[in-house]
């Protein structure tokens, strides 16, 4: 199922080496001012090209086909559409019997018996990231004035984000990193108890990027280190302003009013130009795997901007599920 939402709900599709890749926003209220020009920025931050990400090149020019008219959504569904351009999918030919250890070659061919497009990682491909980027700037301008910004904190354990991606490029690996995001202007109120809470909504929303392996919210792990006396956040006044923020702005599952913080650990990438074995799903045999295709040294690099799309789809919900309106909201 490639689907999220209970107000404002998104389905992604496409694949890596198909004609396309999109998604359909139902629910999108009316009466946001919208068109394509509107993505491009965003859908900048997330393209290829600088040092340490994939030489495929794609425009990655967005086309509404649906559900804007006249320069604003009309309450239809919205669909928006990438084509791919810049795809070679010979490059991919022997991963349909040598899975790539880390990717997910191997669990696709077998939940679809071997049915699954394989070429780029076919519906796994980080292509797909392009759907929640532009589902991202319609949940951004319905959910202002809350603003979110992610960044990369560092890379390989490293602050110095050049010097990682150099040493891995120079050693022919691929690394992992941790970036953080914060979403700033809420108010008090948002996300439901126990099983809708907003860490947990977040949380599924961004285990659907694709390397995303671990997540904390403000003081997280090291929550388990502190006094009760340190981790509580004295709460100043009428509007919920604390004087910390351990919890990340979020008690009960509920927006405090407090800035929303966590990060999240981006593992590295699987695709590495290194020498590896794999199992031969044809010959039952371990054999030498040397991986071809253009792939990102560190895939984090493009993340930030994604972060900031899924971050803003859950606050998205929430704010429909709460009966706020963008058009009183602003
Ligand atoms: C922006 C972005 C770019 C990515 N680029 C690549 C890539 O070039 N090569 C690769 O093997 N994986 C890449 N990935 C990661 C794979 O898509 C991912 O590891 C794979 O789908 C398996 O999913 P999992 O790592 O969540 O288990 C990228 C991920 C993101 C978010």
Redesign the pocket.
Known sequence: MNSFGRKFKISIFGESHGKSVGVTIDGCPPGIKLDEADFLSDLDR?K?GAKG??P?QETDLPEIISGVFNGFSTGAPITIIFKNEDTRSKDYSKLKEHP?P???DF?AFKKYNGFNDYRG?GH???RL?LALVSAGVVAKKLISPIDIRAQLISVHGNSNIEQAIDDAISKGE?VGAIVECIASNLPVGLGEPFFDSVESVISHLV?A?????GIEFGSGFKAAQMYGSEHNDLILDESGKTSSNHAAGINGGITNGNEIVFRIA??P???ISKAQETFNLKTGKLEQLM?G????VC?????PV?LEAVTAIALADFFLISGLNHLTNT
Request: glycine residues 8%.
């Open positions: 997330r290829s990400t994939t495929r790539r880390g990717h997910a669990t990682g796994f491909s980080a990231t691929s285990f990027i694709p390397a995303i392996k981006v593992k990438t699987s695709s991986i295709g253009r792939h990102d895939v984090a690099l493009r993340v994604i």
